[in-house]
């Protein structure tokens, strides 16, 4: 059996006041714990939704990155092949 009630703001607010504080504590913990679910998917969905590289793109920043490795001499290249990728990734 489920009901519904459809109360204002300041009755709600006036009966989680009169709460205990042991279900108090458990009601601030669910909201908090909402709202972390909802801040998680939007960050989901602003990830999702950004801009990617085009195949293009990836070919120009692969062409750059050997061309780099190239001038290096060879105790730097690995540091800066890492250094690079992170980049690469960080724009992507």
Do not use: H
Not at 38 to 52: A, F, I, M, Q, R
Not at 60 to 68: L, Q, S, V
Request: proline share 4%.
């Amino acid at each position: 059996m489920q009901v519904q009630v459809d109360i204002g703001f300041d009755q709600l607010l006036k009966i989680v006041k009169k709460l205990p504080s042991g279900q108090l504590k458990q009601l601030k913990a669910e909201i908090e714990k909402e709202a972390k679910n909802e801040k998680s998917v939007d960050l989901e969905t602003l990830l999702l939704n950004g801009p990617t590289a085009t195949k293009k793109q990836l070919d120009i920043i692969a062409r750059n990155r050997k061309a780099i490795n190239q001038w290096l001499p060879p105790a730097l290249k690995g540091a800066t092949r890492l250094r690079c990728k992170a980049v690469v990734s960080y724009k992507l």
